[in-house]
């Protein structure tokens, strides 16, 4: 392709980023061949602008998309992953951790977090979620059970505390609790 319409599609391609037209400017790149390097300036600047603007998911997949440092990408799904997390989007948060492979300490910090959080608040079912999606330690999973198959069991609700009970396998007792409630 011509050096005139490689400047073009560069052109163009800042044109949709500083409108916020990233779907737009993507096809743009894909249309003129347009390497990353070339694009490197408009897609740090709509980064920029997107961490401005509290848009962190949206900075994380332009960095990743046109080659920003690595340094940037993680700071910005970082952000990403602990709002995901502040707003109770467990499993959302545990899908995009994998997929900005964020620090494993980093993403089992803020699962722990949470999962106590959970269980203060009595969420246990929540925090069973957590325990699962995040693969936390056994301990922490059974604790949750526990606690889950107890409130099942002050509901009335036995035949949930029995599938809970065998699905954690949790102690031989709480499975005969939950069968003589049934019987």
Do not use: W
């Not at 400047?7 to 894909?30: L, P, T």
């Not at 990408?73 to 952000?79: K, N, V």
């Not at 995040?134 to 059970?145: G, H, Q, R």
């Amino acid at each position: 392709m011509s050096e005139d319409k490689l400047a073009e599609g560069v052109q163009k391609f800042a044109e949709r980023m500083n409108q916020g037209a990233y779907r737009e400017a993507a096809k743009i790149k894909s249309d003129y061949a347009l390497p990353n390097e070339m694009l490197q300036s408009a897609a740090k600047s709509a980064f920029d602008d997107c961490m401005k603007r509290g848009d962190y998911s949206i900075a994380a997949d332009i960095a990743k998309q046109y080659g920003l440092s690595s340094k940037l990408r993680t700071d910005a799904a970082l952000r990403s992953f602990h709002r995901k997390i502040d707003s109770e989007f467990y499993r959302a948060a545990a899908e995009y951790a994998k997929e900005f492979e964020l620090p494993e300490s980093v993403v089992r910090d803020a699962a722990i977090q949470a999962f106590n959080q959970s269980l203060s608040f009595g969420l246990v079912k929540n925090a069973a979620e957590i325990a699962e999606d995040f693969d936390l330690p056994e301990s922490m999973k059974m604790e949750a059970a526990k606690k889950s198959f107890e409130q099942h069991m002050n509901a009335g609700l036995y035949r949930k505390a029995l599938k809970i009970a065998l699905k954690y396998k949790l102690p031989q007792e709480m499975v005969e609790e939950a069968e003589g409630k049934i019987s």
